[in-house]
Structures are given as C-alpha cells and as structure tokens.
C-alpha cells in the first residue's frame, strides 16, 4: 500500500494508437521528470498492432505506469478506460507525441498548489515552426487548431470566455470527475467522425465558457509534433470544415475577443475573414464557417449523426 508520503499525486494519461516509437520517446522524457511529485503514467492503448505493450512493459523499471486496453476505435474511449484507474488528485492529459519540458510536472503541479480555486489548468505548447508553412504560420485563426501551438505569453494568465486549454497540455482536479463513469465525450474526437473539439465538450461541464476557475501556466511546457496531414491545403481544409460542423452540431454559438466581450460567432467568423492575410486562409475560414451553419441546422433540426448514432 502507498504511503502518504509517496501517495500518488498526479496522474499522467495517453491515449495513443500504432505510435511505439513516439509513445517511448515520450516515456523516456517523462521518467528524466525533474522535481515532480509521486505520479502514475496510465497509457490507454487504443487498439495498437505495433510494440505499444512491450514499450510500456520495458519502462516499468523506470515508472510507475500501467497499460489498460481499449479497442473500440476514439481516443475518448480510451481515456476513460484509463480515467477509470487514475489515482492523482491532478489528471494530466497529453500526447503521445509531446516532449515535455524536465519541470513540465513539476510546474503543474506547483500551480495547482498555488491556485486553489482553480480547477482546470492548460500548459504552453511550442511547434516546430519550420514545419508550418508560412501562410498557417501568419495567420492566427489557424495555427492552434491545425498545429496545437498554444501560447498566451509569458505569465499566468487566467482562460477569457469559451477559452480552453488543449489536449497536448491539460489538467484537471481528480475530484471534480472521480464520480463519473465516462467523463470525457466518447461521441466526438480522434478517431470518430469529429475529430476536433472533444477537450471543450469534456472540460465545460466541469467549467462553464465564463467561469474564472481556468488558468494558463506559462512555466509548464510542452513541444507537440506537426501532424502533416493538418499542415497541406487539402488537410487544413478538411480540419476547418470539420471545426466547423462540430462546433455547430455541439453549441458553440458564442466566444470572445478580450476579458469581457462576447460575440456571437457569426460576428466572430467576420473579423476573422476581415483578418485573413492569404486566399488559402480566406478559403480555409470561409469552409469553417460553411461547416458551423451545416452543424448549426442539423442541431437545430436534431438530425445529426456521429459514427452512426442520432442525436
């Protein structure tokens, strides 16, 4: 049994799919974590066919870490199998794509000392810059959601309205999720038919878009692999469609641009298009905003279907 001295303090989760190599580079790095409380590594494998059980089994002389199995086909699904064995009192999602600064633990954890009304926590995400091309790299519409770079400066900085950290680089307090049985969206995300926007439908419940109790670290870092596919015209359409569409199907009909001023999201498509620096950009902001009043009827019209199921 634990002690409570080496009682388990923060839980790390992945979900990760045919990425052995990765996954391990990202375990290597989290077991080089310097200053960190005692953590759990919990690896949700989502229906590997490569070495995934064997990196994870290689790295328990290293780690605390355990391997649950998910076949059915979502990241989501997979995270809440592992959600179900998490132990930390703060639940740390990443990817198995990421390398973690040496502090990245350390610095989440020390806020969540720091803050105490704050239940959600989100973390700097750096990009290799070189791998996006030049017209994703002007355009601050695109960048987050093709790249996952997220980045609000240097200092801590509390979430404005409808702002939420990404899956890359994310924390919650156990307590506010350790009575439910599937916390995260199993209908949306990587590996369904809307593969973007599962971080805000599961964090939301938890945090309404106005609350107060979510907070950028800057200290806590992150490096996130660009994802070709995302970065070409054809990938970073697609993704923007699909945005789009989720975000109309789920209800994000309002956002903001400062510390208090809502808009709604058509106003918000209109200064984007206003902002565009590239007809590539124009193209992709325009088929997001076609996909966010498809998702916006089928919503309204309740007749929308993901991975064959009618909500």
């Known amino acids: 049994m634990t002690s409570k001295m080496t009682e388990i303090q923060i839980s790390v989760l992945i979900a990760t799919r ?13 077991s080089a974590q310097v200053d960190a409380p005692p953590f759990e590594v919990i690896v949700g494998d989502n229906g590997s066919s490569d070495d995934t059980p064997k990196v994870v089994k290689n790295a328990r002389n290293r780690l605390q870490i355990h391997y649950v199995r998910e076949e059915r086909p979502g990241k989501s699904r997979a995270l809440n199998a592992a959600l179900r064995i998490a132990q930390g009192k703060l639940i740390v999602f990443t990817d198995d794509d990421v390398v973690p600064q040496p502090d990245w633990l350390s ?18 995400i750096d990009v290799n810059l070189e791998e996006v091309p030049s017209w994703i790299k002007r355009s601050f519409n695109l960048m987050g959601l093709l790249t ?47 593969p973007v926007g599962d971080e805000t439908m599961f964090l939301s ?21 660009v994802e070709a596919e995302n970065v070409n015209f054809f990938g970073a359409f697609k993704r923007c469609y699909l945005a789009g569409r989720g975000g109309g199907i789920l209800g994000f009909s309002t956002t903001a641009t400062g510390k208090s001023k809502i808009i709604s999201t058509s106003s918000l498509i209109s200064q984007r298009l206003i902002t565009c620096r ?21 919503r309204r019209k309740k007749e929308f279907f993901i991975d064959g199921k009618k909500f």
């Open 278 to 298: 590239s007809l590539r950009e124009l193209i992709c902001i325009t088929i997001r905003y076609f996909g966010y009043l498809q998702g916006h009827y089928e």
């Open 107 to 124: 610095q989440l954890y020390s806020a969540s000392q720091r803050y105490p009304d704050v239940n959600i926590f989100g973390g700097q």
């Open 205 to 225: 419940p938890f945090s309404p878009a106005d609350s107060k109790d979510r907070i950028f670290i800057a200290s806590a870092c992150v490096t996130h692999d």
């Open 18 to 30: 045919n990425r052995s190599s990765s996954l391990s580079r990202l375990i290597n790095e989290l």
């Open 148 to 194: 996952s770079a997220h980045n609000f400066g240097n200092s801590d900085t509390r979430y404005n309205y409808g702002q939420y950290p990404f899956g890359p680089n994310m924390a919650i307090r156990r307590n506010c999720i350790k009575s439910l049985n599937k916390p995260y969206p199993e209908y949306i995300g990587p590996g369904t038919e809307l």
